[in-house]
């Protein structure tokens, strides 16, 4: 997971409170993204991010905001968390090596909320 | 879009022998798909690409198939070895949408001894 760095790697909130993801690249790709992955299921998108300044709507936005502070800074924000926001979060950046276009994540964080 | 609430279907193979792993894709204007692997407590992991202007690709003991008719896309491993027993997610790239990368419900692939 070289080149993503997701923290907190960890975090226990109490329904209510706030708290921000934050999610941080060093490969200089444009596009970057935050997905949700609760037990037993698969990844869905909240938001991206396609370029510095732009950010879209995922399929699980509700709850949450984002911000793409620069190019290599892309922030989740729980406002006010609820305990079905209990998951693991994943940050994801796209870009183009030698065997084509890959997605990369990084190492997750994992969120309960009480 | 993926359905809230449903488990991961789970496929059981014999060590040594062939998997076949399935994906329904939602969007057909998706011009590109991928294959991810994932192990427990681990992010996922790029297994294998395809474009859509193509039906089959080959890599090291996997083969990705495209039938964009159905819009299905499979995942074959060949010869099933102990260190492929993951989660398996195909993604799809919105092609209109800036990059737009959702992902598939997922299998989960169990290896008998």
């Known amino acids: 997971n070289a080149g993503v760095t997701q923290t907190p790697k960890f975090q226990v909130l109490k329904t209510g409170q706030s708290m921000t993801l934050q999610c941080a690249q060093d490969m200089n790709h444009n596009s970057m993204y935050w997905y949700r992955q609760d037990p037993g299921m698969g990844l869905r998108l909240i938001y991206y991010s396609a370029s510095e300044g732009t950010t879209d709507k995922g399929e699980v936005p509700n709850g949450y905001n984002v911000s793409r502070l620069n190019k290599r800074e892309f922030s989740l924000r729980l406002e006010s968390a609820a305990p079905s926001q209990t998951s693991v979060y994943f940050c994801?950046?796209?870009?183009?090596?030698?065997?084509?276009?890959?997605?990369?994540f990084g190492e997750g964080s994992r969120l309960t909320v009480l | 879009g993926e359905s809230v609430g449903l488990h991961l279907p789970t496929l059981s193979v014999q060590e040594g022998d062939n998997s076949i792993i399935n994906c329904a894709y939602s969007n057909s204007a998706s011009d590109y798909f991928i294959w991810y692997k994932q192990e427990s407590g681990k992010g996922p992991q790029f297994i294998i690409d395809i474009r859509s202007n193509m039906d089959k690709r080959q890599g090291q003991r996997v083969t990705v198939l495209l039938n964009k008719t159905v819009k299905h896309l499979s995942l074959q491993i060949a010869a099933t070895q102990p260190g492929d027993s993951a989660v398996y997610f195909c993604a799809e790239r919105w092609e209109n949408r800036d990059d737009k990368i959702i992902f598939g419900k997922g299998t989960r692939l169990h290896i008998l001894p």
């Open positions: 994801a950046i796209t870009g183009f090596l030698a065997r084509g276009w890959e997605l990369f």
